[in-house]
């Protein structure tokens, strides 16, 4: 089966995409992650790629205000990741490490929870 990426010059494969999610996030500031949301309204991404009215896009407070926030559709958010991690496997492991690290104190926490 062809990956509905095939077209892109740059794109991280079906099943790493997500985890490229989650390695971005973990090397963000814990409190202004990536998220997945869906569109209620037409939009237009920070690339000039169209976001139509129930696709899925990934947006990031920006600032204070409501406003600020950046858009991603998932077009340009597969090829972001993917530059964002080309030919840097030391960036993908520390991110690998910090997830590593924050599942542990979680799995700590929850292991001295007393019901």
Same mark, same amino acid.
């Given at each position: 089966m062809k990956d509905k990426n095939e077209n892109f010059r740059y794109f991280i494969a079906e099943d790493?995409?997500?985890l490229s999610i989650a390695r971005i996030n973990a090397l963000g500031n814990p409190? %202004?992650?990536?998220?997945?949301?869906q569109a209620?309204?037409?939009h237009t991404d920070e690339f000039?790629? *169209? *976001?139509k009215?129930?696709?899925?896009?990934?947006?990031?407070s920006s600032g204070p205000?409501?406003?600020?926030?950046?858009? %991603?559709?998932?077009?340009?958010?597969? *090829?972001?990741?993917?530059?964002?991690f080309l030919d840097t496997p030391g960036l993908s492991n520390l991110a690998d490490e910090v997830i590593k690290k924050r599942d542990e104190e979680h799995r700590k926490a929850v292991d001295g929870l007393k019901l």
């Open positions: 790493d995409f997500e409190y %202004l992650k990536w998220q997945l949301t209620r309204k037409n000039g790629e *169209i *976001i009215a129930g696709d899925n896009y990934y947006k990031k205000s409501y406003s600020d926030v950046v858009k %991603l559709s998932r077009k340009s958010m597969n *090829i972001f990741a993917f530059l964002y």
